[in-house]
């Protein structure tokens, strides 16, 4: 069970406070993202805000002043004085701004991955339809655990991060049908070259590694998807995107209030 910091929200046409909703299920957007240290810095907070309200608006939801409304609603509730290693969850529909901050779990070496038929609605936005996804991750330690989501014979995301998969050195990722999020974008200004493929079941066995990229997971490494019997080879290149996350991290700003 994830322990909350805050949960808030509040109505969108004049930010006057409301009973807490988490709008899961909802017609609209959520972006979660790494807040951390003190002061608090916020790891690609540009880029989160940029896609949040970009979807937004493609889900027909328009404020003139949307950016500066959460800007606003997120400096009342981030201290200055706290030491934050949170994740940070804005979530927005037609009538209401929900925000929340929960603790991020580091996930351990010994991580695996659990088959579960299912494909997002639009899984090319970071859209609220995730009410299914969330009653299998209720379930699971997700210091260790995440469900991956099988469309088709198909791997596609897992329930919180995007994946990578290792042959030969050589990096795949699935050809469609999931939202490239922000830490997966980082990372692609890194990679030299990462090859969109199907990513099927029946040809797992040939992978070496499976790595998840997310704020809430940072870059984790696979251990073990029981289902398929497939285990890590090797580590050598989360060891490698591990040492390029940590770059950013440190490089990474203090949060203007």
């Known amino acids: 069970m994830a322990t909350y910091l805050l ?5 969108l ?19 979660t993202m790494w807040i951390f240290g003190k002061p608090a810095k916020i790891l690609f ?14 889900y027909q939801i328009k404020k003139k002043s949307l950016k500066a409304d959460i ?29 929340s901050l929960r603790k991020r779990v580091k996930p ?38 995440d469900v991956v989501l099988v469309s088709n014979k198909k791997l596609l995301e897992t329930g919180t991060s995007n994946l990578i998969f290792v042959k030969d050195q050589k990096f795949f990722t699935p050809k469609k049908d999931y939202y490239e999020g922000n830490t997966y974008k980082f990372f692609k200004t890194k990679i030299r070259k990462i090859i969109k493929k199907d990513i099927l ?3 797992i066995k040939n992978y070496d590694e499976i790595l998840l990229l997310g704020s809430g997971k940072g870059v984790a490494s ?6 398929l ?12 995107l591990s040492k390029q996350y940590d770059a950013v991290i440190n490089k990474c700003n203090s949060y203007k209030f």
């Open 108 to 145: 351990k070496l010994n991580f695996n991955l659990k088959l579960v038929k299912l494909k997002r609605e639009k899984p090319e936005f970071k859209n609220l339809k995730y009410k299914k996804i969330l009653s299998y991750l209720s379930k699971l330690d997700n210091s260790q655990s």
């Open 71 to 99: 800007l606003k609603i997120i400096n009342i509730n981030i201290s200055k004085k706290k030491k934050y290693n949170h994740l940070l969850r804005i979530a927005i529909n037609k009538k209401t701004i929900s925000i």
């Open 13 to 31: 046409k004049d930010l006057k406070q409301i009973k807490f909703q988490d709008l899961w299920g909802d017609h609209g957007i959520f972006t």
């Open 229 to 240: 019997k497939w285990k890590r080879k090797n580590l050598k290149k989360f060891k490698l």
């Open 222 to 227: 696979v251990k073990t998807i029981n289902e």
């Open 7 to 11: 949960k808030k929200s509040y109505q």
């Open 45 to 58: 907070f540009n880029n989160h805000l940029r896609n949040l309200i970009l979807s937004l608006k493609k």
């Open 201 to 203: 079941l029946k040809e």
